[in-house]
Structures are given as C-alpha cells and as structure tokens.
C-alpha cells in the first residue's frame, strides 16, 4: 500500500526539550510538506522541500528545522524556541510539478503536546 | 498572494438535507481550487478539485463544487447528507508563483444531525 507515515500519533514532551516528528512516504513523490493545524486556523505551512538535499521555510518557520536527505524522508524537529509548539501536525507530498498534478497527500498526523 | 475565505465556521444540518460549504478567494493569477475533508484525529483526504475546464467538478461521497471566477467563489455542494458526512472541510488554493504551495481557509465543521 502507498502511502505517507507519521509517528507517533501523540507526542508528549516537557517545555525546553526539542522532538523530531516523523513523516516518510513511498509514493515516489518529489516534494513534501510540513503544516501546523490549530483549532480555527486551518493549515500553516511550516517547511516545504520540492527535492532533496533543498527546502524552503513556509509562512511560520520559526522555531522549527527540517532536513531532505532521502526522497522518502522529510523529518521536523521542534526546537525549544518554539514558543507555542503544542498542535497537530500534519506532513504532505506532492507529484513532481512536471506530472500537472498539483493535489497534496496528507500523513495521519501527529499530535505533539508541550508541557 | 493569495488568500481563502470559508464563510462559515460551523454548518448543522438534518441527515438527507442539502448542504453547501461556501469558499471564495483572491488571486492575482491563475488558480488552482481544491476541497479536503478531515475526520476527527486523522488526515485531510482530497475530495475534488479544480485544475481547468469544466467548471462544475464532482468528486468523492457525491461532492461537487462549481469554480466561479467572476465572483470568485469555489462552493461545496451535497444535495443530500449523511450521518458520516460529519467532518471538517477545507477549500485550498495555489496557484502562480506559489506552484505546489496550497493555501488554506480556516476550515468548516459540518455537524449532520439524525
């Protein structure tokens, strides 16, 4: 089955310590994305990468980092200058722009909780 | 830039009623219109979307939305709603320079009551 993975489902960890969330796909997609998902807010993008070893910051990057070592693979780490990190956090990917499909296919998210 | 409205946080409704999630946006060029549902706890799933052509798309679960570009507007539409039609909906656009890059309204919690 093809598809994008995130673990875990729920993340808990304590203020000041930074966790990386997992996102892998096997759809043989070239891009992939990182959204944060409040209540009311819809979907922030976080961090996208449209091929590997290269990615570019979305609308709130701050307190955030990613990396695109391998096509499969787009981890996030929330780092402790994160100053809200408590949400839902949704990854994506993305057919290569030349297929002209622009549609995204979305993980089952992580919900990561900061005490 | 470009920029989505969904006009309605919440819609109730009765089960076999009709429903019509409202979405407009603005852009300066060319769009590209998408609807994504999301159950509670879980992904986003691509209901339809609108990439050229036609301006009345169908989709999954008898979904369909109609592009309008003179009034820019992307409306979700079900002329009869079930118990499992409970969810929250997300119209999302891209387009232009931001190719690959969807932008996001706030979302619309549909509540399908028996």
């Known amino acids: 089955d093809g598809g994008i993975t995130q673990s875990p489902k729920y993340l808990f960890r304590k203020e000041g310590q930074n966790v990386t969330l997992s996102c892998e796909q096997n759809?043989?997609?070239?891009?992939m994305y990182w959204y944060r998902q409040d209540p009311g807010q819809g979907l922030r993008l976080i961090y996208y990468?449209?091929?590997?070893?290269?990615?570019q910051k979305g609308d709130i990057a701050e307190g955030y980092s990613v990396s695109r070592e391998k096509k499969e693979s787009f981890p996030l780490t929330v780092t402790s200058a994160q100053k809200n990190p408590t949400a839902f956090y949704l990854c994506?990917?993305?057919?290569?722009?030349?297929?002209?499909?622009?549609?995204?296919?979305f993980g089952p998210g992580t919900r990561l909780t900061v005490t | 830039a470009q920029s989505v409205t969904q006009l309605d946080s919440q819609v109730p409704v009765f089960e076999e009623a009709p429903v019509e999630l409202r979405c407009n946006y603005s852009?300066?060029?060319?769009?590209?219109l998408f609807w994504y549902v999301q159950y509670p706890n879980q992904g986003l799933q691509l209901l339809l979307k609108?990439?050229?052509?036609?301006?009345l798309v169908k989709g999954i679960n008898g979904f369909e939305a109609e592009f309008n570009k003179s009034q820019t507007s992307f409306h979700l539409r079900k002329p009869s709603v079930h118990i499992s039609d409970t969810a929250e909906y997300f119209c999302?656009?891209?387009?232009?320079?931001?190719?690959?890059?969807?932008?996001f309204g706030q979302g619309t919690i549909l509540t399908v009551h028996p």
């Open positions: 994506a990917s993305s057919p290569s722009p030349g297929t002209g499909a622009l549609e995204q296919y």
């Open positions: 609108y990439l050229s052509g036609s301006t």
């Open positions: 999302a656009v891209a387009g232009g320079t931001s190719y690959g890059k969807l932008t």
């Open positions: 990468s449209q091929i590997v070893n290269d990615f």
């Open positions: 759809l043989n997609h070239d891009a």
């Open positions: 852009s300066s060029v060319s769009v590209y």
